[in-house]
């Protein structure tokens, strides 16, 4: 084997480790979201793979004609690597939304196996190379290096490239495709019988077949989500957004008052409790763009930046949802964490922060930091209302509380009285501004609906909030602060 060979096929073999890493994360979250635990999972999972790879690797190559195994792992690889999505469409369901034993179950079934056999091959490649001793470390090094090289590569062209270019299926099948060919063409190089060699073919063939009858539980998937529009068998005209393990959003396409989850009721006996009149809003999150719709019919006037990551969410709300952009609703994609500091100062009279990678909102838009961003693109007056997502012992909400009231003035949290007293869980609505908020007129609206949710301010929302510590860009582990059950 001549070293550019060599040097190649350690290359590839890297870099469909870390595809199929990144991939794992897309594959995953339709089953367990995309939080730190499930990417903590995955690549715990992959590094265990290489490690136990690499040691079998170099153990094989010292019993065994090294030459006589690269067809064999490609092959092998490129198999595992097939049959990839159909092992996860299998074990999702068992683990769906889950914590992170199951988790790490899930990518093991899915992408130990893989990340085990293409990384024997670096190991077996550096031992057909070492002709002489007095090289080894340049020839370990080399071939070491390349292998870095591979991982780097497949890990941008799949970040910048891939995910948003194709379906995680089709990327996986083809990274699948072009091992089982890699590895039939080493295996007739190094004279294994022709009959070997179709025989390994089938066996891709089948692999592939297995996983695209398995299907994919996306309607669409985006570069971030997995992504059903589900029709309200009870209301015709209502349209339920599902990203990944979550029910996101709800739109009534013929009536925009309608508010179907509860925390969007409380979000309205917020904003009627607010002077009349038309508002400036600046939305954190898009989603399904529900509170645009409203604001428009209750508040004729209104006018709205909406902030929203997922380019692929904003064309389905367009397409399914009933989204369409005016002069008076501008949508811009991308982090809203950067979005956020190129909007004017006092320019709004309201933020909504609606924000969630799975059942968590993302740290980086819980922090002080950001806050301190929001209530300077808020007026004298301004109002910021945030929706979350905690159970018993609600550590994150006390803490996100905690956080709002170190910028903003006032504080209210509002959320039924079991979530407060520790004996539940779900949404929490929160809500900072800079001049009095009238409980009074939140609590009235709320009795006027038949709702039982409970407004904590002043005193008492200070002693709900008890000594919970504020969430700064140096200290949000808001995915271990939050309790899912």
């Known amino acids: 084997m001549g070293r550019a060979v060599g040097l190649g096929l350690v290359f590839v073999a890297s870099a469909a480790i870390l595809v199929l890493e990144i991939m794992a994360g897309r594959m995953l979250a339709p089953y367990v979201g995309v939080t730190l635990e499930t990417f903590t999972g995955i690549i715990g999972?992959?590094?265990?793979?290489?490690?136990?790879?690499?040691?079998?690797?170099?153990r094989l190559a010292d019993r065994v004609d090294p030459r006589r195994l690269l067809g064999p792992l490609f092959a092998a690889g490129g198999i595992v690597t097939l049959l990839s999505p159909a092992l996860v469409a299998w074990i999702g369901p068992a683990v769906r939304a889950a914590g992170p034993p199951e988790i790490v179950l899930a990518a093991v079934v899915g992408f130990f196996l893989p990340a085990l056999l293409l990384s024997a091959v670096a190991p077996v490649v550096v031992k057909i190379q070492l002709h002489d001793l007095g090289r080894t470390g340049e020839v370990v090094g080399g071939f070491s290096a390349v292998s870095s090289a591979g991982a780097i590569f497949g890990t941008f062209v799949t970040g910048f490239v891939l995910v948003a270019a194709a379906p995680s299926r089709v990327v996986i099948l083809g990274v699948g495709g072009a091992l089982v060919a890699i590895g039939v063409a080493a295996w007739l190089g190094y004279g294994r019988p022709r009959g070997e060699a179709l025989g390994v073919a089938l066996l891709a063939l089948t692999a592939a077949s297995v996983t695209v009858a398995a299907g994919s539980p996306c309607e669409r998937e985006t570069a971030y989500f997995c992504a059903r529009v589900q029709v309200d068998a009870d209301r015709p005209t209502g349209r339920a957004l599902v990203l990944d393990t979550l029910r996101h959003s709800y739109v009534d396409l013929a009536d925009p008052t309608y508010l179907e989850f509860r925390y969007a009721r409380v979000v309205g006996d917020v904003l009627a409790a607010l002077p009349e009149g038309p508002l400036r809003t600046l939305h954190v999150g898009g989603g399904g763009f529900t509170f645009p719709a409203y604001l428009d019919a209750v508040r004729p006037?209104?006018?709205?930046?909406?902030?929203?990551?997922?380019?692929?969410?904003?064309?389905?709300?367009?397409?399914?949802?009933?989204?369409?952009?005016?002069?008076?609703?501008?949508?811009?994609?991308?982090?809203?964490?950067?979005?956020?500091?190129?909007?004017?100062?006092?320019?709004?009279?309201?933020?909504?922060?609606?924000?969630?990678?799975?059942?968590?909102?993302?740290?980086?838009?819980?922090?002080?930091?950001?806050?301190?961003?929001?209530?300077?693109?808020?007026?004298?007056?301004?109002?910021?209302?945030?929706?979350?997502?905690?159970?018993?012992?609600?550590?994150?909400?006390?803490?996100?509380?905690?956080?709002?009231?170190?910028?903003?003035?006032?504080?209210?949290?509002?959320?039924?009285?079991?979530?407060?007293?520790?004996?539940?869980?779900?949404?929490?609505?929160?809500?900072?501004?800079?001049?009095?908020?009238?409980?009074?007129?939140?609590?009235?609206?709320?009795?006027?609906?038949?709702?039982?949710?409970?407004?904590?301010?002043?005193?008492?929302?200070?002693?709900?909030?008890?000594?919970?510590?504020?969430?700064?860009?140096?200290?949000?582990p808001v995915d271990q602060l939050i309790s899912r059950r």
Request: charged residues 20%; without cysteine; negative net charge.
């Open 301 to 476: 006037g209104s006018s709205h930046l909406v902030l929203e990551l997922d380019p692929g969410l904003v064309e389905l709300a367009e397409d399914e949802l009933g989204l369409v952009r005016s002069p008076s609703l501008v949508v811009e994609t991308g982090d809203a964490r950067l979005g956020i500091v190129r909007a004017a100062p006092g320019a709004f009279d309201l933020a909504l922060g609606d924000a969630f990678s799975g059942p968590a909102v993302p740290w980086h838009l819980t922090t002080e930091e950001f806050l301190a961003d929001v209530a300077g693109r808020l007026d004298a007056g301004g109002l910021y209302v945030m929706n979350l997502i905690d159970h018993p012992p609600q550590r994150f909400a006390r803490a996100q509380a905690a956080t709002v009231r170190a910028v903003f003035p006032h504080l209210l949290v509002v959320a039924p009285r079991g979530y407060l007293d520790g004996e539940a869980g779900g949404n929490f609505v929160l809500t900072g501004s800079k001049l009095p908020i009238d409980a009074a007129a939140v609590t009235a609206g709320i009795r006027s609906r038949g709702g039982e949710e409970v407004v904590l301010a002043g005193a008492a929302a200070d002693e709900w909030v008890g000594g919970a510590r504020v969430l700064r860009d140096d200290y949000a």
């Open 45 to 58: 999972t992959v590094l265990a793979g290489i490690s136990l790879g690499a040691w079998l690797g170099g």
